[in-house]
């Protein structure tokens, strides 16, 4: 089984280094009972200028870094979509989640009828105070992790009927940061 971090590099600076380690060296140990800590910064020789995708392929050990140039891919809506999908730890495997998606835009995967993540990022969504993040994600996302720890979110349990109490929502994962999204109400079908 492979797993996956994707880490942003910009201009050759390693982005939100500390949650990318935290979360490889807590699935190496959770799957692989891998108690040696890698520190990916030892690993990583980022290109110094441009946007880069830092692909990382590991399972006890790194098995493949990549450096992919990085063009943000625009997503304005999004469908509800029911799923038992099991994604705790980030597998290169993606099949289930590109499924998922289909010939959607993107969607936000409900599970056990709560809101979970999209297929590519986390999600939080904005009440006129706060924004709140799925209390169960299907991800615990680097971004998310970071933002949680400033306590910038808070975790709640969301239902889809919920939705229309929210007047923004965001999506969060390594590479595009916190991207909010204005005026819900029309961009996320039911």
């Known amino acids: 089984m492979q797993l996956l971090e994707t880490i942003k590099i910009e201009d050759g600076e390693i982005k939100n280094l500390y949650w990318h380690n935290k979360r490889c060296n807590s699935s190496r140990f959770k799957l692989f009972n891998e108690k040696k800590e890698l520190k990916l910064e030892k690993h990583i020789n980022p290109p110094k200028k441009g946007l880069y995708r830092c692909r990382i392929l590991y399972a006890k050990d790194i098995e493949l870094i990549e450096y992919i140039p990085y063009t943000y891919r625009t997503i304005d809506s999004l469908k509800v979509i029911q799923s038992d999908i099991e994604y705790s730890h980030k597998y290169a495997n993606r099949e289930e989640l590109d499924r998922l998606r289909g010939d959607y835009n993107e969607v936000i995967i409900e599970k056990d009828g709560l809101i979970t993540d999209t297929t590519i990022a986390n999600i939080a969504f904005y009440n006129g105070l706060n924004w709140i993040t799925p209390k169960k994600p299907l991800l615990k996302g680097t971004m998310r992790e970071n933002l949680l720890h ?30 909010i999204k204005k005026n819900i109400n029309g961009r996320i079908e039911c």
């Open 150 to 179: 400033k306590n910038l979110l808070t975790l709640k349990d969301i239902r889809k009927e919920e939705l229309v109490n929210f007047s923004h929502f965001a999506l969060m994962n390594a590479m595009i940061g916190f991207q």
